[in-house]
């Protein structure tokens, strides 16, 4: 998820939930959102990191330590094991949420 910290630590917060249960869920806000959905800034979180900071800290916001999935990205975090079904809850046609539904299959 995009609280838990970079790509590492989300690797082994998703390893260790389903190491934990059989079955179950996760959200994230989706990177391809147009508008961050912890800042509500529009287009922003889109910036390379060199930018996206100065311009952050000029809109009077400290950059957030947050790492924003996509499908692809957030797929990835789940060993292949693991059967996985992501959907998109959208917003204006854009996916605002991704929901991962996932069953191990020990």
Not at 13 to 22: A, C
Not at 56 to 76: A, K, Y
Not at 87 to 97: D, E, I, L
């Amino acid at each position: 998820r995009e609280h838990v910290g970079a790509r590492a630590d989300q690797s082994q917060f998703v390893s260790e939930l389903v190491r934990v249960t059989k079955a179950g869920f996760v959200t994230t806000p989706s990177r391809w959102f147009p508008i961050e959905t912890h800042t509500r800034l529009p287009l922003v979180h889109w910036l390379p990191r060199r930018a996206r900071i100065p311009t952050m800290r000029q809109l009077g916001h400290e950059e957030w330590p947050i790492w924003l999935l996509s499908r692809t990205s957030f797929r990835r975090l789940f060993p292949q094991s693991v059967n996985v079904q992501i959907t998109a809850q959208r917003f204006a046609g854009w996916p605002a949420t991704l929901i991962v539904v996932f069953r191990t299959t020990r």
